[in-house]
């Protein structure tokens, strides 16, 4: 963990943002959170930006630790764990930089850990109309939250969704094995989570399309990102499950 951000914290819920080449979008992302919920502790994880993304979030007034080099959305939410496990959060609650999550959820995802380790803020869940998505893709994710479903005994609706929260247990557990490859940072820390013992459930929360950029959508991309799913899954249920301290 990098020693260049310390201090000790002002409140008990720590904002994570981690952010790869996102200049165009977080200071909105920033100037969002410090509107709608000042009183909380908000900390940018930059991935090894390669564009001005540092220099926009110390702009907005954010702390920011930089990571030497791009270790994926993971890596990146590993070190604010371990931010958060040092100085005593407890709750952490993860801000992708790209402006799709609303802000406003941020109390409804803290307020839920009241009788859960981990919260899911899912797309579709009845609340806001974000596209669910076709073919490939679509398959996956309902193959995935089929089967995470079931292995949480609750209904899992959008087990690739970013926004969540997690709680004392959960701090701890993640800032030693949340994982960093492709889908681990969604799919295989609910497994992680519900195999160690934790209780994940989810709340209904709308998105917004990405402030900036644009992602791809194509049939090949759809295909791959099937493929992957799956080995993601299959991976994260075959691993020695993990143990809280």
């Known amino acids: 963990m990098p020693d260049d951000v310390t201090g000790p914290p002002r409140a008990r819920t720590l904002v994570v943002v981690p952010a790869l080449n996102e200049e165009a979008s977080i200071g ?76 406003a959820y941020i109390e409804r995802l803290v307020a839920a850990l009241a009788d859960a380790d981990v919260v899911v803020g899912a797309r579709f869940a009845g609340e806001g109309a974000y596209p669910a998505g076709r073919g490939p893709r679509r398959w996956a994710m309902v193959m995935l939250s089929l089967v995470l479903s079931r292995l949480a005994g609750t209904r899992l609706t959008d087990t690739t969704s970013g926004f969540r929260a997690a709680g004392p247990r959960a701090i701890a557990l993640f800032a030693e094995h949340y994982p960093a490859e492709y889908l681990g940072d969604t799919v295989e820390t609910l497994v992680i989570a519900i195999r160690s013992g934790c209780t994940v459930r989810q709340i209904p929360v709308a998105m917004r399309p990405r402030a900036a950029g644009q992602a791809s959508q194509s049939p090949v991309r759809a295909a791959i990102y099937l493929f992957r799913a799956v080995v993601a899954l299959g991976m994260a249920l075959v691993r020695p499950q993990k143990g809280l301290a």
């Open 28 to 103: 909105g992302v920033l100037t969002e959170l410090a509107a709608c919920h000042p009183a909380v502790d908000v900390l940018v994880v930059d991935d090894g930006s390669s564009d001005g993304t540092v220099r926009a979030a110390q702009a907005a007034g954010a702390p920011v630790v930089q990571l030497p080099f791009n270790l994926g959305v993971g890596g990146a939410m590993r070190a604010g764990y371990r931010y958060a496990l040092r100085y005593g959060y407890r709750a952490v609650v993860q801000v992708d930089g790209d402006g799709q999550h609303d802000a």
